[in-house]
């Protein structure tokens, strides 16, 4: 946009009127089902927060202790002198959870797909990406300038018939194991089959499976039982059910070496605090003895999903975490948000351009921290509203 004041406030006032405005929300409390926000007491329904970790006192008793340890910084990147104890004992048991050979910590998700794409993609490559991707993986393929041809969203026929006109030698498949906001899971299988068949790299994002899907919780790539064979690139985030901070890429030994070499959001800033991989470190022994989490937040979601319907409340197909009611209007979705928040409920409206016009949504997700109780009050809520 061109350096001009009067443009920039025409933007916001049209973002304004197409009720496509975003304000920050200041939250004034831990991380819980019931927050203070914004002075108000809230009951929320907007967090990734799946297996309520994200406060967990011996998480924080772990934190803590690092800190005091190892101080708050890390000081450098990792392949100067910000690579610690923490860090080294956390990719190894990172790799050893999702059956890989080797992980590679990033700060956040975002870096992580950014720097994997880019390392491994450029000018005269072809990236293959379901529509519905995240933004990290679609603007991780737009800078890699490798060719970006997106196929409708799990159309795995409209995928195959995009190969049959290929010819390129070096393909990626790049897509979210569970769709961040409609839900729903990739057929990884099917993808995995494609991929080999291609000789293509097969990239899966993990970031709202990994720890809650899965016998263990190591994702959907053990819920499916594919291997690092079928799926070489496996990354997912620690922000969301582990309830920490900062990603991880799982492979083999020599992808992960190769990224080690290449990617340059890994190289190029510096490693995240040795306290927050300590803390991982506690919230992956949790995730993998307290099963009930697990299980809880599954019978919270069919729930929800059976009362809804008993209600008559159209939700999209999920059987995750992630429980998105189609609204459709923009202005809609953001007056039955507003309507929730008066009713002491946070559940957030999420409008174009994260979702395609005439999709607006109100974007429900649940943590193993609520209570039948508190679906309850939702319902409720939703039912005096909608119905």
């Known amino acids: 946009m061109r350096n001009d004041p009067k443009l920039i406030k025409a ?13 920050v929300r200041i939250t004034e409390s831990a991380q819980a089902p019931r927050m203070q926000i914004d002075g108000k007491r809230l009951l929320t329904f907007c967090s990734n927060d799946y297996l309520g970790l994200a406060n967990h006192p011996e998480i924080s008793s ?4 690092a800190a005091d340890k190892y101080g708050v910084g890390s000081g450098a990147a990792h392949l100067i002198n ?3 104890i923490e860090h080294q004992q956390l990719e190894e048991e990172l790799a050893d959870f999702t059956g890989r050979q080797k992980a ?8 992580a797909n950014m720097g994997v794409v880019n390392a491994l993609m450029g000018r005269g490559d ?20 490798a060719k970006l041809q997106r196929f409708a969203h799990k159309d795995l026929n409209a995928l195959s018939n995009l190969y049959d006109r290929n010819t390129a030698n070096n393909t990626m498949i790049l897509s979210d194991a569970v ?24 990239m899966i994002d993990d970031a709202h499976g990994f720890g809650v899907l899965g016998k263990t919780g190591a994702g959907l790539l053990e819920q499916e039982n594919l291997s690092q064979k079928d799926v070489p690139i496996l990354m997912a ?35 995240m605090p040795p306290a927050i991989a300590a803390a991982t470190r506690t919230s992956l022994k949790l995730i993998q003895q307290e099963v009930w989490r697990r299980d809880k937040l599954v019978s919270h979601i069919e729930y929800f999903k059976r009362s809804a319907a008993q ?18 209007s923009t202005e809609l979705a953001v007056a039955i948000s507003q309507q929730l928040e008066q009713k002491g409920i946070l559940v957030s409206a999420i409008r174009p351009p994260t979702v395609p016009e005439g999709t607006a949504r109100l974007r429900v997700t649940f943590s193993a921290s609520h209570t039948e109780a508190d679906i309850d009050s939702l319902l409720i809520a939703l039912e005096a509203i909608m119905c």
């Open 82 to 84: 910000g690579h610690s």
């Open 311 to 328: 209600l008559g409340i159209q939700l999209l197909p999920s059987d995750t975490a992630i429980q998105p009611i189609l609204v459709g």
């Open 126 to 145: 072809v990236i293959f990406a379901d529509k519905l991707n995240h933004a990290s993986l679609v603007d991780a393929a737009l800078v890699s300038r």
């Open 104 to 111: 590679l910590l990033f700060s956040t998700g975002y870096m």
């Open 62 to 65: 772990t934190f803590k202790k």
């Open 11 to 23: 933007f916001l006032k049209d973002k304004v009127q197409q009720h496509l405005y975003r304000k």
């Open 179 to 202: 769709f961040s906001m409609d839900g729903d899971i990739a057929e990884v299988n099917r993808l995995a089959e494609l991929a080999a068949v291609e000789q293509a790299w097969l």
């Open 237 to 271: 985030t620690l922000g969301k059910s582990i309830g920490t901070a900062g990603a991880f890429v799982a492979g083999s030994h020599d992808l992960i070496e190769y990224l080690m070499q290449t990617a340059r959001t890994y190289i190029y800033t510096t490693a």
